[in-house]
């Protein structure tokens, strides 16, 4: 069992996961596809296999324990090389995952690499988060997020398109006590209201979930032109 797959099986176990080796290999796979990829396109800076399983794959799964996404539409708000998303889509192939990028390079990439793991997410969209919301409002069951930006941002760019009674789930780092603090106004005027927040360590570092449940309808005007977004968060 080489590196990247060894870490995955043991990253599987502490989380309590228990995948199919057909799914921990396709798993493993993307995982090399994006490293190679990485030779010729700025896709990750964590490249040595272990470290790509536990710190993009293991990470990404976090949230099968935290939600029954079989049968649930979930978009993946700047996927970027295609995390959580793409690992949730490999691990449960009946979720209805939406992978969003404004990075076009990335998002052809993602197009044409996942059929041939035979990885069918339900849509690749190459657009800006606060421009797509337009025709995506209120859809989904799930919007989740890693890295992106900091939460009482985060929140304007994900909480429109959840449906009421649908769930944010932001992937944070130690950082997320503090954020969610700052983010205490966004939540309210968003319609969101804080479930839980579950933390993982992994290889030592600390790495958050923050639940989020849509309990009213977000305002029309939210989410605002990313500049303005930017210069006067929530």
């Keep these: 069992m080489d590196d990247m797959r060894q870490?995955?099986?043991?990253?599987?176990?502490?989380?309590?996961?228990?995948?199919?080796?057909?799914?921990?290999?396709?798993?493993?796979?993307?995982?090399?596809g994006m490293v190679k990829q990485n030779e010729v396109m700025n896709?990750?800076?964590?490249?040595?296999?272990?470290?790509?399983a536990k710190l993009h794959l293991v990470d990404s799964l976090t949230l099968l324990t935290l939600a029954d996404l079989r049968g649930k539409s979930v978009i993946d708000v700047g996927c970027g090389a295609g995390f959580p998303g793409v690992p949730v889509q490999i691990a449960c192939p009946e979720a209805k995952v939406t992978l969003l990028d404004s990075l076009g390079k990335r998002m052809?990439?993602?197009?044409?690499?996942?059929?041939?793991?035979?990885?069918?997410?339900q849509e690749i969209l190459t657009a800006r988060a606060e421009e797509a919301v337009a025709q995506r409002r209120e859809q989904y069951d799930y919007a989740t997020s890693r890295a992106v930006a900091r939460l009482n941002i985060l929140l304007e760019l994900t909480a429109p398109y959840v449906k009421v009674g649908g769930t944010v789930l932001a992937m944070k780092g130690s950082a997320a006590r503090e954020e969610l603090a700052e983010a205490k106004n966004a939540?309210?005027?968003?319609?969101?209201?804080?479930e839980k927040v579950s933390v993982f360590f992994i290889d030592g570092a600390e790495h958050s979930v923050i639940a989020l449940r849509k309990i009213a309808p977000t305002p029309k005007q939210?989410?605002?032109?990313?500049?303005?977004?930017?210069q006067a968060p929530l």
């Design 108 to 121: 052809t990439w993602l197009e044409g690499f996942l059929p041939q793991l035979g990885v069918k997410p």
């Design 43 to 52: 896709l990750t800076a964590i490249t040595q296999p272990r470290q790509v």
């Design 222 to 230: 939210y989410p605002r032109r990313y500049a303005k977004i930017k």
């Design 7 to 32: 870490a995955l099986a043991q990253g599987l176990e502490e989380l309590g996961l228990s995948l199919s080796e057909d799914i921990q290999q396709t798993l493993c796979d993307f995982g090399y």
């Design 187 to 194: 939540i309210a005027k968003l319609g969101l209201k804080l």
